[in-house]
């Protein structure tokens, strides 16, 4: 589906544990991988410096990315100083990186805009797709089981879709990157769709419930027109708790979204099904910015 990635580790959320998957990788569907991983300036004194000590650190660590390389794969390994978020764009654009792969714990909305994170920070800033991956589930991964999830990473994707203009983006941008997906990189999609029960009265739901399956076969047409394989389903409910639901059924690999960007007040005050899912779920998440 990918064929450059960009992997960005700052140590503790176990995608640097992905050196060792180098050949799973490139198995997925990925030609090229880059390892990032920014070292904050030394800033004990009063002119902030480089932390040579640490960046050597660093360098070694990943270079074992470095040592089984793949006939036909190119794997990097990048290592900066400063802040992650002013140096990822750069580095995205010297290796033309078409995905980028981050690890960020669940944090609610409060703790985020207090402590920050580097993975929404990308959501909000970068126009390239990111996949996000959980420290809690990747550092408990044995190896054996990492690779199989290397080789998987997009093999099975749950869409949810809602004729809006997010779901038909998100679909479009799928489309464009099975097309030139490698072989078995992408082979399987789930439409789902949620009516959201909270708000619709009983003579609706059987209205609404026929205008979905419609607007689903329409989109299950066109993805199989490119060799997927694809599922659908209408769902009454809880839109996040009957997705995450569908994801353990059918051995989802990632749940894909697309969302605009949205203020922080917003953000504080207006829960979105795309924020909720990205601060609430377990699963791997591939996020497509608008």
């Not at 640490?54 to 990315?65: I, N």
Request: with cysteine; hydrophobic share 45%.
């Amino acid at each position: 589906m990918f064929h450059s990635a960009l992997v960005c580790t700052d140590f503790s959320d176990g995608l640097d544990r992905l050196t060792g998957c180098i050949a799973n990788l490139v198995q997925g569907g990925l030609s090229r991988i880059v390892f990032f991983h920014s070292v904050p300036l030394w800033t004990e004194g009063n002119i902030p410096r480089i932390d040579k000590e640490k960046v050597a650190a660093a360098q070694a660590h990943l270079s074992k990315a470095l040592t089984q390389v793949p006939a036909g794969a190119d794997v990097k390994v990048e290592i900066v100083s400063g802040n992650a978020l002013d140096n990822i764009p750069q580095v995205i654009e010297q290796y033309q990186c078409d995905v980028i792969l981050v690890g960020t714990p669940i944090k609610n909305l409060v703790q985020e805009k207090m402590f920050g994170s580097t993975s929404l920070g990308l959501i909000k800033s970068l126009k390239k797709p990111i996949m996000i991956l959980r420290p809690q589930i990747v550092s408990t991964y044995t190896r054996e089981e990492l690779a199989l999830r290397c080789r998987h990473l997009w093999r099975y994707l749950l869409l949810p879709y809602n004729g809006s203009d997010e779901a038909k983006y998100l679909v479009e941008q799928v489309k464009a990157f099975a097309q030139d997906a490698p072989q078995g990189a992408i082979a399987n999609c789930f439409l789902l769709s949620v009516l959201d029960n909270s708000g619709i009265q009983r003579i609706q739901i059987e209205y609404l419930q026929k205008e979905a399956e419609e607007k689903l076969a329409k989109v299950k047409e066109e993805l199989e027109a490119l060799g997927l394989t694809v599922k659908t389903a209408v769902k009454i409910g809880n839109p996040l708790s009957e997705t995450l639901d569908i994801a353990v059924k059918e051995d989802i690999s990632a749940i894909a979204i697309a969302s605009k960007p949205r203020n922080q007040l917003l953000e504080l005050t207006v829960h979105s099904y795309a924020s909720d899912l990205l601060h609430r779920s377990w699963f791997p998440t591939l996020f497509f910015p608008m």
